[in-house]
């Protein structure tokens, strides 16, 4: 089955303990990305991936590291998270150049709760 | 800076009635994009819009996109309950697909 998988679903941290929310897609798509989706904001994205070891930041990179080492993974890593970054987040993958079949697959989400 | 906005924000309606959500943009771009939240859940595409008037159609849902006016527009038809769902927005700053902003999102409610 074609999916985005992050993990975890769920997670509390405390502020300055660093940590990473994986992604993993199986479509074989070039372009990954992250976004954070906050009340009343919509979706903002972080950084984006065009390819491996391609990525570029998005509206709201600080205080966020990514990496893309292969096509299928494109992990989020927070250095030293802090409070204001409590939100939910997701990493999404698509097609490149696929004109109108460029749809964006989305993962499941991943709640995170920094105290 | 690239503004989405939606409008309205927070619809209620009857089954079997039509209604438009609005979604301008402040920018010029050709790409737009909706997705589709259910409560709890992830984001599902709907559409995608590349060129000036395009229009695509499934089931009771209908995009549109008008560049000139910097405006799309998702029209349902006849709503049931399932159609009860958020409902966003996004614009593409780039010309890949790659630097989307989204709008704040529609939470639309179907009454039966």
Known sequence: EAQVTQNPRYLITVTGKKLTVTCSQNMNHEYMSWYRQDPGLGLRQIYYSMNVEVTDKGDVPEGYKVSRKEKRNFPLILESPSPNQTSLYFCASKRQGGGTNEKLFFGSGTQLSVL | ?112
């Open chain 2, 1 to 112: 800076e690239l503004k989405v906005e939606q409008n309205p924000l927070f619809l209620s309606m009857q089954e079997g009635k039509n209604y438009t959500i609005y979604c301008n943009y402040s920018t010029t771009s050709d790409r737009l994009y909706w997705y589709r939240q259910d409560p709890g859940k992830s984001l599902e595409s709907l559409f995608v819009l590349l060129s000036n008037g395009a229009v695509k159609q499934e089931g009771r849902l209908m995009a549109s996109l008008d560049t000139k006016a910097r405006l799309s527009t998702l029209h349902i038809t006849a709503a049931v309950h399932d159609l009860s769902a958020t409902y966003f927005c996004a614009v593409d700053k780039a010309t890949s697909g790659s630097r989307l902003t989204f709008g704040e999102g529609t939470q639309l409610t179907v009454n039966p």
